[in-house]
């Protein structure tokens, strides 16, 4: 099987089945941000949610009442992702970061989950200018996972870096994409202040779950023949023998920035 970089199309099923979710705080925080500074409820938002994928991250938010449009430009992740949501809230969009097909100012608040990275950063942030509200809120997030407190998902970590010393890791928000983030957001025409959170979670994942996981990761199948790919994950579900769940611990990283000035002030019952 070949795997492109970016491209989920052959990856879809795994991902829809077994990605893990974001901090499950971080929505009602973000989404209260965004309410509040624009003196409204949350189901008064309009949202948009940027490579959505299979709507992992978009769920959580429209589980919130937020309606939101679900950006997303391949056929296969769209699909699953279309499947899985309520269709009252989520609005499904065949589109790219630089070129959402939606109209200018639509939206209060947009986010990419996991997304940012695939690109190019100065068109995707054009895009996000034109379709944000004045004073809107822009999210970028990743979910990293976190080996130190489980010894045995540190081991795994380490045996694929002794079989393949170099990978690039551009997917995580570890990634050197992520480490001047601060910095390239806040350059960004516009932008009026960047603000960098983070959420902490443990799942408890079953052994097939946490090899489905693996068998999802586009940025490393894109690298690994198939030969070296089956043969790592041979190796995990040995190394795994009769352990039926692992517990997965996860760190997600949020930049925030705010594009644009609100209105001062809007007349009562009109929204911005």
């Known amino acids: 099987m070949t795997i492109h970089a970016g491209d989920y199309s052959q990856l879809a099923d795994d991902y829809a089945a077994h990605r893990a979710g974001y901090a499950p705080e971080l929505p009602t925080l973000l989404l209260g941000w965004s309410a509040a500074l624009r003196r409204c409820a949350i189901a008064e938002l309009d949202g948009v949610d940027l490579g959505a994928g299979t709507g992992i991250w978009t769920r959580q938010l429209s589980s919130l009442g937020l309606r939101i449009a679900a950006v997303e430009p391949n056929d296969a992740m769209r699909r699953l992702g279309a499947a899985k949501t309520d269709v009252s809230l989520v609005r499904w969009v065949a589109g790219r970061a630089e070129a959402t097909g939606l109209a200018d100012r639509c939206c209060d608040v947009v986010t990419m989950a996991s997304a940012l990275h695939w690109t190019d950063l100065d068109s995707a942030m054009a895009e996000l200018r034109r379709i944000l509200r004045p004073g809107g809120l822009f999210a970028a997030l990743w979910n990293t996972r976190e080996f130190a407190s489980n ?122």
């Open 151 to 272: 010894p045995l998902l540190l081991e795994i970590e380490h045996e694929l870096e002794r079989r393949f010393p170099g990978l690039d890791r551009g997917s995580s928000g570890r990634s050197s994409f992520c480490e001047s983030l601060s910095q390239r957001l806040g350059a960004q025409r516009d932008v009026r202040g960047v603000t960098y959170i983070e959420g902490h979670h443990v799942e408890q994942q079953s052994k097939a779950r946490y090899l489905g996981l693996w068998r999802s990761a586009n940025n490393l199948r894109a690298q690994l023949s198939d030969d070296d790919f089956g043969s790592f994950l041979r190796w995990i579900e040995s190394r795994l023998g009769g352990v039926d769940s692992v517990d997965a611990a996860y760190r997600t990283r949020v930049w925030v920035a705010r594009i644009g000035d609100a209105p001062r002030d809007r007349p009562a019952g009109v929204r911005a």
